[in-house]
């Protein structure tokens, strides 16, 4: 299952809040979230932090490299070493939690590699997803069996209900 929608209409929120749902109806989640790092009331780049609670910077203002979005430089050593081990195929596990598969997180041929064998393992995975963007990105929502939700301003209070009951009835 994925979510779409414009830059900050509350995808990740919408997440978290399906997450919080679903573990209280015991599922058993593994996978990331991301967060915005914030100085003085403005955002100056992002933290992806896995369920289980290992932090890394995925992109900041203050990062120099070769890997840019927009002002963000991508730290892909960073997020790699971080994210990528709880990406991989588990059986254990009722549901992989991606946030997100956009531009940054796309820069990695290695965290396209784990998404790409997270579906073709079949293993339930709920994803935000980037609105556009080519490549895996486009990819994620054309597979046959994709279920694509619209995140909106006005549908964003409603998602994580829907995301639970259809992720339950599996």
Do not use: W
């Amino acid at each position: 299952m994925l979510l779409t929608g414009a830059p900050s209409v509350g995808k990740t929120t919408a997440l978290r809040l399906a997450l919080q749902g679903l573990a209280a109806r015991g599922a058993r989640l593994a996978g990331f979230t991301t967060e915005e790092i914030r100085d003085r009331g403005r955002r100056r780049g992002f933290e992806g932090a896995t369920l289980d609670g290992r932090r890394a910077v995925l992109a900041d203002v203050s990062v120099r490299g070769t890997h840019r979005v927009g002002c963000y430089g991508v730290n892909l050593a960073s997020f790699e070493e971080v994210v990528l081990e709880v990406l991989t195929p588990d059986p254990r596990v009722d549901l992989h939690v991606v946030d997100e598969i956009g531009k940054m997180e796309c820069l990695s041929p290695r965290f396209v590699a784990a998404i790409r064998r997270l579906l073709e393992a079949g293993a339930p995975l709920l994803a935000t997803v980037a609105e556009r963007g080519g490549g895996l990105i486009s990819e994620v929502k054309c597979r046959p069996g994709a279920t694509l939700l619209q995140v909106t301003r006005s549908t964003r209070e409603a998602i994580p209900d829907q995301v639970i009951g259809r992720l339950l009835v599996r």
